[in-house]
Protein backbone atom coordinates (compact mmCIF):
# COMPACT_ATOMS: atom_id res chain seq x y z
CA UNK A 1 0.00 0.00 0.00
CA UNK A 2 2.83 2.41 0.49
CA UNK A 3 3.81 1.74 -3.00
CA UNK A 4 0.66 2.16 -4.61
CA UNK A 5 -0.44 5.37 -3.37
CA UNK A 6 2.38 7.70 -4.69
CA UNK A 7 1.69 6.05 -7.84
CA UNK A 8 -1.65 6.18 -8.08
CA UNK A 9 -1.72 10.22 -6.75
CA UNK A 10 1.46 10.99 -9.68
CA UNK A 11 -1.28 9.43 -12.65
CA UNK A 12 -4.04 11.55 -11.16
CA UNK A 13 -2.01 14.78 -10.82
CA UNK A 14 -0.73 14.10 -14.61
CA UNK A 15 -4.43 13.18 -15.86
CA UNK A 16 -5.24 16.53 -13.98
CA UNK A 17 -2.65 19.00 -15.44
CA UNK A 18 -3.63 17.06 -18.73
CA UNK A 19 -7.52 17.89 -18.61
CA UNK A 20 -6.72 21.63 -17.10
CA UNK A 21 -4.43 22.12 -20.11
CA UNK A 22 -7.04 20.82 -22.88
CA UNK A 23 -9.93 23.04 -21.83
CA UNK A 24 -10.19 26.56 -23.86
CA UNK A 25 -11.08 29.32 -22.32
CA UNK A 26 -10.62 32.93 -23.74
CA UNK A 27 -8.78 34.05 -27.10
CA UNK A 28 -5.31 34.56 -25.63
CA UNK A 29 -4.20 35.10 -22.04
CA UNK A 30 -5.24 38.67 -22.24
CA UNK A 31 -8.65 37.67 -21.63
CA UNK A 32 -7.88 36.04 -18.48
CA UNK A 33 -6.72 40.22 -16.69
CA UNK A 34 -9.92 41.83 -18.78
CA UNK A 35 -8.66 42.25 -22.29
CA UNK A 36 -11.13 42.56 -25.48
CA UNK A 37 -12.53 39.15 -27.01
CA UNK A 38 -13.01 37.46 -23.67
CA UNK A 39 -16.05 39.43 -22.56
CA UNK A 40 -19.02 37.16 -23.34
CA UNK A 41 -20.37 33.99 -21.50
CA UNK A 42 -20.35 30.81 -23.35
CA UNK A 43 -22.19 27.46 -22.39
CA UNK A 44 -20.76 24.35 -22.12
CA UNK A 45 -21.98 21.69 -24.79
CA UNK A 46 -20.04 17.77 -25.86
CA UNK A 47 -16.56 17.10 -24.96
CA UNK A 48 -15.88 20.47 -23.62
CA UNK A 49 -18.89 19.42 -20.66
CA UNK A 50 -17.44 15.88 -19.81
CA UNK A 51 -13.70 17.35 -20.14
CA UNK A 52 -15.04 19.88 -17.38
CA UNK A 53 -16.48 17.19 -15.33
CA UNK A 54 -13.50 15.42 -15.63
CA UNK A 55 -11.29 17.79 -14.48
CA UNK A 56 -13.53 18.27 -11.65
CA UNK A 57 -13.43 14.74 -10.50
CA UNK A 58 -9.91 14.48 -11.06
CA UNK A 59 -9.36 17.31 -8.80
CA UNK A 60 -11.65 15.69 -5.58
CA UNK A 61 -9.76 12.37 -6.47
CA UNK A 62 -6.03 14.03 -6.18
CA UNK A 63 -7.32 15.95 -2.80
CA UNK A 64 -8.65 12.59 -1.56
CA UNK A 65 -5.49 10.90 -2.00
CA UNK A 66 -3.65 13.84 -1.03
CA UNK A 67 -5.33 13.08 2.30
CA UNK A 68 -4.97 9.30 2.17
CA UNK A 69 -1.22 9.31 2.00
CA UNK A 70 -1.27 11.68 5.23
CA UNK A 71 -3.36 9.19 7.11
CA UNK A 72 -1.31 6.35 6.12
Do not use: D
Not at 47 to 72: D, E, M, P, R
Amino acid sequence: MNTILPIAQSIIAILLIIFILVQQRGTALGSAFGGEGGSFYSTRRGIQKKIFWATIIFGALFVISALLNLII
